[in-house]
C-alpha cells in the first residue's frame, strides 16, 4: 500500500508514517502544496497514492483546500469513483462542522488526535485497504 502523510507537526507526521510502514511505503509532505505536487506526480507516474491522511491546520495550504484540489486532480485524469485514492482528515478539530465539511469535501475517513497505531488500522480496515 503507498500512502502520503500530509502534517506539518514533525512528531505527529513521523509517529504516523511509523504506523503506515508496517502496511507499505509512507511519504510525508509538511503542507497541502507540497502535497499537492506529490500527488499530481504520483498520477502521472501511474503510480497513484491508495491512502492519504492529511491535518486539516497547516500553513501554506491547509487540509481542507489540500483536500479539493486533490479531488479536482482525480478528476481532470479521470480517476473516479472507487479509484480515487482514499483521504482520511487526521486533527484535532472534533467539532460538527468540521468533521461536516470534510466528508462534504469528500474525504473517506476522520481522526482525531491523538493518532495511534489501532485507530489508522481500523481506519483502513473500514476503508477496505488491509
Known amino acids: 500500500m503507498k ?10 507526521s513521523m509517529v504516523l508514517q511509523e ?8 511519504d ?4 497541502g502544496l507540497l502535497a499537492i505536487k506529490a500527488v ?5 507516474a ?3 497514492y491508495n491512502v492519504i491522511f492529511s491535518d486539516i ?3 501554506e495550504m491547509d487540509g481542507m483546500e489540500a483536500l479539493e484540489k486533490i479531488r479536482e486532480l482525480e478528476s481532470n485524469h479521470n480517476i473516479e469513483g472507487k479509484d480515487r485514492t482514499k483521504i482520511i482528515m487526521c486533527t ?8 461536516k465539511k470534510s466528508f462534504s469535501n469528500q474525504c473517506d475517513g476522520y481522526l482525531v488526535k491523538p493518532i495511534t497505531a489501532e485507530k ?7 476503508l477496505y485497504l488491509i
Open 92 to 99: 484535532a478539530l472534533d467539532d460538527y462542522g468540521t468533521v
Open 28 to 31: 510525508v509532505a509538511e503542507n
Open 19 to 26: 504506523i503506515l510502514l508496517a502496511y507499505g511505503t509512507a
Open 120 to 126: 489508522v488500522a481500523e481506519s483502513l480496515k473500514n
Open 40 to 44: 499530481e506526480e504520483s498520477i502521472l
Open 57 to 59: 491546520m497547516m500553513p
Open 3 to 12: 500512502s502520503l502523510v500530509i502534517e506539518d507537526d514533525y512528531i505527529t
Open 46 to 48: 501511474n503510480a497513484p
